[in-house]
């Protein structure tokens, strides 16, 4: 669980494993044209989390994966191995879930997937 004033999104750099190659874009805006894997974070939705003490948070967070090849064929082979890869990186967090992965269509013109994550943050208490 974050104990962190940081945002959603810092808290995703921090603990996401992004491989290097990828382009990782904070904020929901995904580029028209792109010339490598592209991960945008989509911060979606607050809610208090009510089994938790008052304070604690459940965000909703897309994950936006997209592969820069236009032929068809080619971006399919590389998202099946770059999804896996990045699906496997958030597998075991303690305050990081994703609950499904979704083909897409991204900006017209590229394959890749949305990532649906549960991101639970809390507030850090000051004295």
Known sequence: ????????REYIRAHVTIP???RLIPN???PQTIDRPTVV???LRM???????VGHVRNTVILTLADHHETEAIAEEALDTAVVELLTALDGHEA?????A???????????WDITLTVITSRKETA
């Open 1 to 8: 669980m974050s104990d962190s004033p940081e945002s959603v």
């Open 20 to 22: 290097e190659a990828f």
């Open 28 to 30: 929901q805006t995904m």
């Open 41 to 43: 974070v989509k911060h």
């Open 47 to 53: 809610e208090p989390l009510a089994e938790a003490p």
């Open 96 to 100: 990081i879930t994703w609950t499904e």
């Open 102 to 112: 979704e083909k897409v269509s991204v900006v017209d013109r590229y394959l890749g």
